[in-house]
């Protein structure tokens, strides 16, 4: 489903709390299922599949592709929406779902993210923050490098292996990791856009509404740093570990961090809700 589609909507539901839910780049929508079903039944959920995922745009190549680019559709469902938005975003709609927390800071009523792939911000945290930023930075030049030399099928599996652990790409079918070679590049843009968000992390420090932000225990250094920062940063914030996971805990323990994220951020702040 694309934000175009989501934009007609009654008035009723333009009135009705909405959750946006923001995933991971190289995943879909679909991974959101879970959180989905514990919402209350009150609540209007949207989950766009962002550019380049089976469901949404491609990236027209225009210009320097940027997070503001992927970000304009969801500011322009929020400020067409009249009640209270709840933004959620895992790795890199964590990072997505950060801009839009900043453009739009007196819309939210809530934000909870997991792991969000904030780059930016590694190298202004010291001596710890810059290793793990070259860390990243190797990751994404191993992807531009393939993409450049042709070598597709070990770009992808350096992407994939990161995050999810080594042989992971090699065990997994056919069609998904064909799947995973054609988004290569919309990965590629996805890092560059990250390691180059200008928003300074004074904007986070702002943030007056609520914010959960979880990490797997397991979690990548880049990611684990970042979270501990955003967590020490923004006042209203506490911070949650999954026991277990690593950074794609949406995914292998999506009940659990689904429940953490109902109970922490819309359990207080939509009425109705079913967080246990």
């Not at 709840?86 to 009523?109: E, K, T």
């Not at 930075?137 to 995050?163: K, M």
């Not at 940063?233 to 949406?250: D, E, K, L, Q």
Request: some cysteine; glycine content about 12%.
């Amino acid at each position: 489903m694309t934000v175009a589609s989501i934009l007609c909507v009654s008035r009723q539901a333009r009135r009705a709390p909405l959750v946006v839910a923001l995933h991971c780049s190289g995943g879909s929508a679909r991974q959101w299922r879970k959180f989905a079903e514990r919402l209350d039944e009150g609540c209007r959920f949207v989950a766009p599949d962002l550019i380049g995922a089976p469901g949404g745009s491609s990236w027209a190549g225009s210009g320097t592709f940027s997070l503001a680019d992927e970000a304009a559709g969801t500011i322009e469902m929020i400020d067409n929406h009249e009640g209270p938005v709840h933004l959620v975003g895992h790795s890199y709609g964590g990072g997505l779902a950060l801009h839009i927390a900043a453009m739009r800071p007196h819309r939210l009523a809530s934000l909870g993210l997991y792991e969000p792939s904030a780059f930016h911000l590694l190298n202004g945290m010291g001596s710890e923050g810059r290793v793990a930023f070259e860390e990243i930075s190797a990751v994404a030049g191993a992807i531009a490098e393939g993409l450049n030399n042709g070598s597709y099928r070990a770009a992808a599996a350096c992407f994939v292996d990161y995050w999810n652990g080594p042989g992971t790409f090699a065990a997994m079918k056919p069609d998904l990791q064909a799947e995973l070679v054609r988004f290569l590049s919309k990965a590629s843009l996805d890092f560059h856009a990250l390691i180059h968000e200008p928003t300074h992390v004074g904007e986070y420090s702002r943030f007056g509404f609520p914010v959960v932000i979880l990490r797997g225990e397991h979690a990548p250094v880049p990611t684990r740093l970042i979270a501990q920062e955003l967590v020490s940063r923004i006042p209203a914030a506490i911070g949650v570990i999954i026991p277990g996971a690593g950074h794609m805990g949406p995914m292998t323990h999506a009940d659990v961090v689904a429940d953490r994220l109902v109970r922490d951020i819309l359990f207080h702040a939509v009425k109705g809700s079913r967080a246990a």
